[in-house]
Structures are given as structure tokens and as C-alpha cells.
């Protein structure tokens, strides 16, 4: 019997980690930026674009990825990943800023947080963690 827990809580263990750190839930059912950290500087990121608040942008990316450009979350079947430094959402954006596919990279993920930030009429109302941040 000891045993047989010991594995059920190997296996467990395994299946929570099988996207590394990259998916804190343990609820993401694959791995659209793989299962390797990328930690990257959110002052150098969000420099790369002046027309937004850089410390709300900042704040956004500690608050939404901690900085880990291979982060992602998973919201269920029908809105399904927020991938990246900003945590641009699958359900709405992926088609219109990225073809189609996760924004992983990290180029890819700043040119789709700048047209998530454009449609909220240029602010970062579209984020949930905005208020947290105080923007």
C-alpha cells in the first residue's frame, strides 16, 4: 500500500510539473511556450515601446508573468491560454496579432500587448491586474 502512494504521488507530481514552472496551476492541459523558463527584464521590454506608461507596464508584466516570457495559463476550453511577458489571451487575440499561434516569443508577445493596449484606447484597461497596478 505504501507503495502504491508513493507512486500515486510521483505520478501526480509529474503531471502538475509537466510544464515545468511555466504553468504555476498545474491546470494546463499542454505546454504552448514549452517547459523552460525564460526570465526576461520587464524594464528592457516594455521600453521597446514608449507610448505606454512604462511603470504600469512594468507592474503588468511582474503581476501577469513575473517576468517569465514562457508563462502561461490556462482558462478553461473555451478562453483557453494567456501566453508570454504580458499574457496575451488565446480566445481574443491570438488571431488577429499572431496568426493564429501562442505569442511565446517575446517579440511576438510585445507587438500583440501593443494591440491588446490600442484597443483598450490606448491604456491597460484590458488587463486584469491594470487596477492592481494602478492604471
Known amino acids: 500500500m505504501h507503495s502504491f502512494l508513493v507512486l500515486f504521488v510521483l505520478v501526480g507530481v509529474a503531471i502538475a510539473d509537466k510544464c515545468g514552472s511555466n504553468c504555476p496551476s498545474g491546470k494546463c492541459p499542454s ?4 517547459s523552460t523558463r525564460r526570465m ?3 524594464a528592457t521590454w516594455c521600453s521597446k515601446f514608449t507610448g505606454w506608461n512604462q511603470a504600469c507596464c512594468r ?6 508573468s513575473g517576468g517569465n516570457a514562457n508563462a502561461i495559463n490556462y482558462n478553461g476550453a473555451k478562453f483557453g491560454y494567456d501566453v508570454g511577458l504580458w499574457q496575451i489571451n488565446q480566445y481574443y487575440n491570438w488571431r488577429s496579432c499572431n496568426r493564429g499561434n ?10 500583440c500587448a501593443k494591440q491588446v493596449w490600442r484597443a483598450g484606447g490606448n491604456s491597460f484597461k484590458q488587463w486584469s491586474t491594470a487596477k492592481l497596478c494602478g492604471c
Request: glycine share 4%.
Open 40 to 42: 526576461l527584464d520587464s
Open 31 to 34: 505546454c504552448p511556450c514549452g
Open 102 to 111: 501562442a505569442p511565446c516569443d517575446p517579440n511576438a508577445n510585445l507587438e
Open 59 to 64: 507592474c503588468i508584466v511582474s503581476k501577469e
